[in-house]
């Protein structure tokens, strides 16, 4: 769905711009998608139970690509300037980890307060949860009815040409197969960090509030910094430094033992906080660069497009992280129904260390070697003109 929502954003034409018109019914979709998902009816039978969760995320990954993909593509519309994209996504940022810290904080506690093998209690945060996605989506459209938003300079080409022209630029693909992997190791980790707090660590489920907290304030705070950061050494550089602070965040689960201090748990969450900030950031910042640098050399916005091979690409990771941690958890031989002691075995916690810890690690390494060869930059992305823009260039000189 995203190539297609993508494909179709670029080539639509309204008063109120080509993105804004899809951001209404991707609301509506999500958060009754997101509703359902968390009223799953009690089924006997779980393969009844798993259909319906399919439907049900199915429906809801059309809402977001509905949402998603146009309302990404906009930073890039909304300005030329090459820092100003990330000081917009800057507060991004603090939205994003506003709805982080509901989810990965405030729900958990909620569940442990209302019990969590309570169907109700799943319910209550899928109903607020929806309300919530709904209100946040519909404020995002009214909030960018005054957003700058630009047109194709020339005609779209076929569907052939706009992934030739994807594929050609070197720092889009560079790019995406550092968000690949990166995002491959955040997936595998938010898979199976509950499990590892819970049966690993052998703590309390309301540690994972305390988390979330100290990753929302740190991730907050750090985004200004971040962006600063970037204006003195650089997009690429501020963002191996970040690699280089995830890295070390999840090395540092490998060493965690039962009954882990609080506080230590806090730190990484701070860790992780400012690499959250600083993954978002500075990432979407250069995509948009990489986008631009089209634009530049070509004549034709195909901003939708951009945007909706970064959806996908986040979509994939998202879906492939779960299961490499599922598997493992499997061949560990984990069951949520055993006692909580046949649940802390060796093979468990080094199934739950490759989510937490091992495949971070080391994709988030892959992903600081890839973006060492990232060069675009401020005078390399001013000093691109298409061939036609020179031709009238040259013409205009003579």
């Known amino acids: 769905s995203d190539p297609l929502v993508g494909l179709w954003s670029d080539r639509i034409t309204t008063r109120i711009g080509r993105r804004r018109p899809f951001l209404i019914p991707g609301a509506i979709i999500s958060a009754l998608a997101f ?10 039978q779980q393969i009844f139970a798993a259909c319906y969760i399919f439907f049900a995320l199915l429906v809801y990954t059309i809402g977001y690509t509905l949402f998603n993909v146009p309302y990404m593509s906009m930073p890039a519309e909304m300005t030329d300037s090459y820092h100003e994209r990330s000081s917009i996504h800057a507060y991004r940022v603090v939205f994003v980890t506003s709805g982080s810290f509901l989810a990965g904080a405030v729900a958990p506690w909620l569940l442990e307060s209302m019990g969590r093998t309570e169907w ?6 899928g109903i607020s949860g929806g309300i919530i996605i709904l209100s946040a989506m519909l404020v995002a459209f009214v909030g960018t009815a005054g957003a700058r938003f630009t047109k194709s300079t020339m005609a779209i080409p076929n569907i052939r040409a706009e992934f030739a022209a994807l594929i050609s630029n070197r720092y889009f693909v560079r790019l995406i197969a550092v ?5 491959l190791g955040v997936s595998a980790s938010g898979s199976a960090m509950v499990f590892f707090i819970v049966n690993a660590l052998q703590l309390d489920l309301k540690v994972m509030s305390y988390y979330f907290a100290t990753l929302t304030c740190a991730s907050m705070l750090s985004a200004p910094l971040i962006v600063k950061v970037s204006k ?12 280089l602070c995830y890295v070390s965040y999840a090395v540092s689960w490998s060493f965690a033992q039962p009954d882990e201090p609080l506080m230590n748990i806090l730190f990484r969450g701070m860790m992780t906080g400012i690499a959250m900030s600083g993954n978002i950031l500075l990432a979407m910042s250069m995509l948009t660069d990489t986008i631009d640098f089209d634009a530049r050399r070509s004549g034709v916005r195909r901003e939708g497009v951009y945007t909706a091979i970064y959806s996908l690409t986040e979509k994939a990771t998202f879906a492939f992280g779960p299961l490499v941690v599922g598997g493992a958890m499997s061949s560990a031989g984990f069951d949520r129904n055993l006692p909580q002691e046949q649940l802390q ?26 973006l060492a060869g990232y060069r675009l930059d ?14 009238e260039t040259a013409a205009q000189d003579a």
Request: charged share 15%; proline share 5%; net charge positive.
């Open 120 to 125: 109700r209690s799943y319910a209550i945060i």
């Open 232 to 243: 003195t050494i650089g997009k690429r550089a501020a963002y191996i430094a970040i690699g």
């Open 179 to 183: 968000k690949a992997c990166q995002l």
């Open 35 to 44: 509703i359902m998902i968390f009223t799953t009816p009690p089924f006997e």
């Open 378 to 391: 401020e005078k390399t992305l001013l000093a691109t003109t298409s061939k036609t823009q020179s031709d």
């Open 345 to 370: 075995s060796p093979a468990v916690r080094d199934a739950l260390l490759l989510g937490v810890s091992y495949l971070p690690a080391v994709m988030g390494s892959v992903a600081i070697l890839l």
